[in-house]
């Protein structure tokens, strides 16, 4: 199994920038799909955007496309996520998670390992 740890979170103004890193121990993240979900104090956690284990398919959540955008590098074994203009609706703490395999990216359930996930405030 793997097991996924985040860093890079931190406190930014609005329309700031951003990068979160993956690593995991464990096995290599080179064969998992990986995906970061965020959840905001109050609110269900929600999908962000997401890789294929090989980087050829990505997805990404309606209110981040355009700003966000995912990577990885098997090599390194690290996944990564890079968020441009930020808001302050973008405040969550962030999880990164691993799926082998994964069909319904989005879906929150297709993960079988989270990190504890990392903490993103964007002020006003």
């Known amino acids: 199994q793997v097991q996924p740890e985040e860093s890079g979170g931190g406190l930014v103004q609005a329309g700031g920038s951003l990068k979160l890193s993956c690593s995991t121990t464990?096995?290599?993240?080179?064969?998992?799909?990986a995906g970061w979900f965020r959840q905001a104090p109050g609110k269900e956690r929600e999908f962000v955007a997401a890789?294929?284990?090989?980087?050829?398919?990505?997805e990404y959540a309606d209110s981040v496309k355009g700003r966000f955008i995912i990577s990885r590098d098997n090599a390194d074994n690290r996944v990564y996520l890079q968020m441009n203009s930020l808001k302050p609706d973008d405040t969550a703490v962030y999880y990164c998670?691993?799926?082998?395999?994964?069909?319904?990216?989005?879906?929150?359930?297709?993960?079988?390992?989270w990190g504890h996930g990392t903490q993103v405030t964007v002020s006003s």
């Open positions: 890789i294929s284990w090989n980087g050829d398919t990505t």
């Open positions: 464990g096995r290599t993240f080179a064969r998992y799909t």
């Open positions: 998670a691993a799926a082998f395999p994964a069909s319904d990216y989005d879906e929150p359930g297709e993960y079988h390992y």
